[in-house]
């Protein structure tokens, strides 16, 4: 039995589509564009939108304006602060925000005497406590407003210092 005959497709040349590659990567690059556009968007969206933008404005405070050029926002800078209770500080962890409060070294003035010295302070380190008197307390570092530390200073020579978590 012979084969039987091919079928009767015509031969016909390649199919050449203009600029097909071309226009898949311009494409491409424009939809590239577009998204990358969108993340920006969005990114600075959420950076403004963010509560760490907000408690960075809440924390940094402006100086008084000086006799020469524009006030500027106050440099932030890290304080080292004794905390009396060296129990307390082993709480902290870098980035929990707290309260400073310094009250009387004399346990005979009155309740009264205990004022708030640093409110919002970044907590950016809590060395390990050393051997020492118990009594010594814990040392913990600060992000705060130069001004604040030198307020933080001063009444971590003249008062006890705690703190309250934010």
């Given at each position: 039995?012979?084969?039987?005959?091919?079928?009767?497709v015509?031969?016909?040349?390649p199919?050449?589509v203009r600029g097909?590659?071309?226009s898949?990567?311009r494409a491409m690059?424009?939809?590239?564009?577009?998204v990358?556009a969108g993340?920006a968007?969005?990114?600075?969206?959420?950076?403004?939108s963010s509560?760490?933008?907000?408690e960075r404005?809440?924390?940094?405070a402006?100086?008084?304006p000086?006799?020469?050029?524009p006030?500027?926002?106050?440099?932030?800078?890290?304080?080292?602060v004794?905390?009396?209770?060296?129990?307390?500080v082993?709480l902290?962890?870098?980035?929990?925000?707290v309260?400073?409060?310094?009250?009387?070294?004399?346990?005979?003035?009155?309740?009264?005497?205990a004022r708030v010295?640093?409110?919002?302070?970044r907590?950016?380190g809590v060395?390990?406590?050393r051997?020492g008197?118990p009594?010594?307390g814990?040392l913990?570092?600060l992000?705060?407003?130069?001004?604040?530390a030198?307020v933080?200073a001063?009444?971590?020579t003249?008062?006890?210092?705690?703190?309250?978590l934010?």
């Amino acid at each position: 039995m012979p084969a039987p005959e091919p079928g009767g497709v015509p031969l016909f040349p390649p199919l050449r589509v203009r600029g097909g590659r071309q226009s898949l990567r311009r494409a491409m690059r424009r939809r590239r564009r577009a998204v990358a556009a969108g993340l920006a968007v969005t990114a600075a969206a959420l950076a403004v939108s963010s509560p760490q933008a907000a408690e960075r404005t809440q924390s940094v405070a402006t100086p008084a304006p000086r006799e020469r050029g524009p006030a500027r926002e106050a440099a932030v800078v890290s304080a080292p602060v004794r905390i009396a209770d060296a129990e307390t500080v082993r709480l902290l962890r870098p980035g929990d925000r707290v309260d400073v409060i310094a009250s009387a070294n004399s346990p005979s003035a009155g309740s009264d005497t205990a004022r708030v010295v640093a409110m919002n302070a970044r907590v950016t380190g809590v060395p390990a406590v050393r051997g020492g008197a118990p009594d010594a307390g814990a040392l913990v570092v600060l992000a705060v407003p130069r001004e604040t530390a030198r307020v933080l200073a001063g009444a971590g020579t003249t008062s006890r210092l705690a703190v309250t978590l934010c």
